[in-house]
């Protein structure tokens, strides 16, 4: 089974948020770049999936030069290739799935996996979208997946429940949490990942579809009005959730 | 202007409350705009699509439910089909499950941008601009679309679901669907019985780590079933296995906003925060006074939950 795994690039999720000059994007300074938490799961089923079944697994992520490093994360964990396609930062979502659906056209892949979402711009529409321009099904918010003779059965998350989803291969899965517990590179595998080779292209350019205006940090001034738990102040609480905020 | 159209998901013979605040969301840009709003509804009952009249839609198409059974990539085609009939600029879903996953197929087949999960529309001359949170809702972005049609969904809970009246126009439509419409297919549903979802909760009562094991998260039950809430969970209680996934909280769970979201022993890591700080009031019990969630939250009680929670559930209770 040939796997293609998306890898985005994002802010470690610790990371504070702060809205650099042009007032429409960060302020990279200072941050750190990991593979997207959602990624991860997908990276870990491709390889379990190699494991059961073989196959080749790529990687593929649509950036600029440095998101090299998530490929190197991805190598580290056992992928066999990595693909970048190099180009200007993503801008939105329809840049990225023509990227990967014109590389999907050329291999081929029984499987293409994904996150959920990526937790930069949280866009939220790259497995759909590329499973429309693929003319391929797709199945998001994955939890569990089986895959026995090219039918898959998905578990997805929603509202108040699961619900089962059926599909033939070729398909799309995208990975919630609670799919696997996603493997650390060990040490020496962080260092051959270093030597191993990233299969670079040149970008296709698209009009942007989407543009930001600006970005700006929330700032809800919150009441703050914190006090010890004795019972009059519980009594106090009670009091203020009723009358003043009235949600209760 | 060209019309809006919003598609208005049915579950258990009725429309969902979140397709009537989408629903509301349209009425009020087809005001704007100078537009009409259309709804489109998988029924063959009437009664059911008759409801959305109530939230100011001109129009409400309904289409029947499929024989081959439920399938997202159907809903996009018969939402994508009927977008063109009607000659809509602006599609409409609820951020919510069928939403997110349906939405972007309906853009592609649309040649639409779209833009996922907003907290506000705006309609801005013939032009529509979108908030949404990043950055796992540590930022706001506001973005617009620059194709002439145009796709979002609403984050659930945000927009009010507003009685605006009409004597809408009911009408039925066929729309022919192929094969590879349910080259996915819904098998199953698998519900939690009687459970409410956080996504779906106007009052949270979320529990962390301080609670210290799975048991006494029945202390964090008793508040939610006494307030009418639903309860969560921080990732720390996830990762412990003490409660299931569906119920974190936070960046890499689920984003809310309740109108009162209760943070019961836990610290407030700006994962958690970015999970909830769209709630409308935070409530946090922490026995520490320094706690980071202290600084994020309306009411704050310093003290020990095992002593509180019980107090507090009698006193909403009561
Ligand atoms: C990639 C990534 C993604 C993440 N995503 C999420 C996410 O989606 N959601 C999430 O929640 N976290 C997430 N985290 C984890 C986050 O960083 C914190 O570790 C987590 O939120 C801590 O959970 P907690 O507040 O329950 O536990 P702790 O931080 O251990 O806090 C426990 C609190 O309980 C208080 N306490 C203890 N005993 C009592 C008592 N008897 N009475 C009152 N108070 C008491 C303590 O003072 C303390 O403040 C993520 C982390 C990473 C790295
Ligand atoms: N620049 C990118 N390169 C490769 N894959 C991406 C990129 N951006 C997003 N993805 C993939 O698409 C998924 C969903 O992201 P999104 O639709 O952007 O929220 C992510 O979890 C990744 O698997």
Redesign the interface.
């Known amino acids: 089974m040939n796997i293609l795994v998306c890898v985005a690039r994002v802010p470690d999720t610790a990371s504070r948020i702060l809205v650099a000059g042009d007032g429409k994007s960060i302020e990279k300074q200072g941050i750190k770049f990991i593979v997207n938490p959602y990624d991860e799961f997908a990276l870990e089923e491709a390889l379990r999936l190699r494991e059961k079944n073989g196959g080749t697994v790529t990687a593929i992520t649509v950036g600029e030069d440095i998101s090299t490093d998530v490929l190197r994360t991805s190598l580290a964990m056992g992928v066999d290739k990595a693909i970048l396609i190099k180009g200007e930062e993503p801008r939105d979502s329809y840049y990225v799935a023509k990227n990967i659906a014109n590389v999907a056209k050329e291999i081929n892949p029984d499987l293409i996996l994904l996150g959920k979402q990526s937790v930069d711009f949280d866009s939220l529409q790259l497995p759909s979208m590329l499973g429309e321009l693929l003319g391929m099904p797709s199945v998001s918010v994955v939890s569990a997946l089986e895959i026995k003779d090219n039918q898959i059965t998905a578990e997805r998350d929603i509202e108040g429940g699961k619900e089962q989803v059926t599909a033939k291969l070729p398909a799309i899965i995208s990975a919630q949490k609670g799919l696997n517990d996603p493997r650390y590179p060990k040490l020496p595998d962080i260092m051959k990942a270093k030597a191993k080779p990233i299969d670079t292209r040149e970008a296709e350019k698209t009009e942007p579809m989407i543009s930001v205006i600006s970005l700006e940090i929330p700032s809800r001034n919150r009441l703050g009005k914190v006090m010890e738990a004795t019972d009059a102040n519980i009594d106090e609480i009670v009091r203020l959730l009723h009358v003043e905020a009235k949600v209760i | 202007m060209k019309n809006i159209l919003v598609y208005l998901e049915i579950d258990n013979n009725k429309i969902k409350r979140v397709s009537l605040e989408a629903a509301t969301a349209a009425y009020n840009l087809a005001k704007s705009l100078g537009a009409k709003a259309i709804g489109v509804a998988i029924t063959a009952q009437k009664e059911i699509a008759a409801k959305a009249k109530e939230y100011g839609l001109d129009e409400i198409i309904m289409v029947n439910p499929p024989a081959e059974g439920n399938s997202?990539?159907a809903v996009?085609r018969i939402v994508a089909e009927t977008a063109k009939k009607e000659s809509a600029g602006c599609v409409l879903f609820s951020?919510?499950?069928?939403g997110?996953?349906?939405?972007?197929?309906v853009?592609?087949?649309l040649e639409?941008?779209?833009?996922?999960?907003c907290i506000a529309l705006q309609a801005e001359g013939e032009d529509i601009?979108a908030k949404?949170?990043?950055?796992?809702?540590?930022?706001?972005?506001?973005?617009?679309?620059?194709?002439p049609v145009k796709v979002f969904?609403l984050r659930p809970n945000v927009f009010t679901a507003a009685v605006n009246p009409k004597e809408s126009e009911i009408k039925e439509a066929q729309i022919s669907l192929a094969a590879?419409d349910f080259?996915?297919?819904?098998?199953?549903?698998?519900?939690?019985e009687g459970?409410?979802?956080v996504?779906?909760a106007?009052?949270i009562v979320s529990g962390g780590r301080g609670l210290k094991e799975a048991a006494n998260y029945n202390l964090i039950e008793n508040l939610a079933k006494a307030?009418g809430g639903a309860v969560g969970a921080s990732r720390a209680v996830v990762d412990a296995g003490w409660r299931p996934?569906?119920e974190?909280v936070g960046?890499?769970?689920k984003t809310v906003s309740p109108?009162?979201y209760v943070a019961c022993a836990i610290s407030g890591a700006?994962?958690h925060l970015?999970g909830m700080?769209g709630s409308?009031?935070?409530?946090?019990?922490n026995k520490d006074?320094d706690a980071p969630i202290?600084?994020?939250?309306?009411?704050?009680?310093?003290?020990?939950v095992f002593?509180?929670l019980p107090?507090?559930t009698e006193?909403?209770g009561g």
Do not use: W
Request: hydrophobic share 40%; glycine share 6%; proline share 2%.
């Open positions: 997202s990539l996009a951020a919510n499950a069928t997110l996953e349906t939405a972007p197929r853009a592609v087949k639409a941008g779209y833009v996922a999960d601009t949404k949170p990043v950055y796992g809702g540590k930022a706001i972005a506001k973005v617009k679309v620059n194709t969904s590879e080259a996915a297919k819904v098998n199953k549903v698998m519900k939690n459970k409410l979802d996504l779906e106007d009052i307030m996934h569906s974190q960046q890499t769970g109108s009162l700006i994962q970015a700080n409308k009031y935070i409530l946090a019990i006074k202290f600084k994020n939250c309306d009411y704050g009680l310093v003290g020990d002593e509180i107090k507090l006193k909403v």
